[in-house]
């Protein structure tokens, strides 16, 4: 496998995890389960755990479609100023999730943390939607089509 196999491989994983645990996260708020907060702050770990190969893979995954037909490099940059990001952030909802796992057992402490990973997640998760957006947008005609034909009917609306 080389590094744009394994970027496009694992690129969902970070995104469907940080959703997923900031939903579960949410629901745990909620109901005052400590297992579904085990459950979500595993699955923000998981998400750190992927953000690794993917982004590591990322470069190598460049400079295999940056000389290909359709390809922006100003696209391309986006997606990487994005992802660097995103990356970051996601290592820390992981370090928060996990610290968040240690403490558990002191309940006091459970409540103040599940809000700040709550609000960590959320950040993550948008800046993981916002990193895959314009990472379809390198190689999915489809997808940078109708981000074209959004901005043409917003410039029309305008010079209205």
């Known amino acids: 496998m080389n590094q744009s196999q394994i970027h496009l491989a694992l690129t969902h994983m970070p995104v469907i995890l940080t959703l ?32 690794l190969p993917v982004f590591f893979s990322g470069e190598g995954a460049e400079e295999t479609v940056e000389h290909l037909a359709g390809v922006s490099e100003s696209m391309i940059q986006k997606h990487e100023n994005v992802a660097n990001v995103s990356f970051y952030i996601v290592i820390a909802t992981g370090i928060l999730a996990g610290a968040g796992l240690l403490r558990l057992a002191r309940r006091s402490w459970l409540s103040p943390a599940r809000y700040l990973v709550l609000f960590v997640a959320l ?30 009917d917003e410039q029309e609306h305008d010079d209205d």
């Open 20 to 51: 997923t645990g900031l939903v579960v996260l949410s629901v745990s708020l909620f109901i005052r389960n400590i297992v579904v907060t085990k459950v979500a702050f595993y699955m923000l770990i998981a998400a750190a755990v992927f953000v």
């Open 123 to 152: 950040f993550s998760s948008a800046l993981m939607i916002w990193t895959a957006h314009l990472g379809g947008q390198i190689r999915h005609s489809e997808i940078a089509q109708s981000v074209i034909q959004n901005k043409t």
